[in-house]
């Protein structure tokens, strides 16, 4: 009879419904579809952690053409903006957070976020916007797509 994968000289016949792994009672995880051992029951990794090199270049392509596009754009109408400048600065990051989120296939987290503040920061500098104004669409971004680990 095999022995548990995790305390050895204890028989068991269940196994993991993941690695396959022998586990014991004072091991099985409840799951779904059976039971699981310890460690495949923390992994709750999706696919959405890391980034294809595809998703990276569709997401530093929207994020190119939205934030420096839109920064070039701002640039133009600054002055018919008044006090709602800081808004649309805001609301501009976030529009470039979620056109990089949409490029990549959906990820969120600091990859994500940091491809589009770097995005709207070169944009506000090319559109004559200055430092200020990319760090508020930076505000907008991280709002957008987070800083947390990817989900």
Sequence with gaps: MPECA???GVET???CVDCGRYICPKDMVDAPVGYKCP???KQKRTEHISIKPKQLAGGIALG???GIGGGLLLGF???MLGWF???FMVMWGAGVGEAVRRGSGGHRGPIVATIAGACVVIGALLGGLGLFAGIMGVVGVIGTVGWGSGR
Excluded: D, N, R
């Design 6 to 8: 995790f305390h050895p």
């Design 13 to 15: 016949e269940v196994s």
């Design 39 to 41: 460690i495949c029951a």
């Design 64 to 66: 190119v053409l939205a």
């Design 77 to 79: 109408i600054t002055g």
């Design 85 to 87: 400048f800081f808004i």
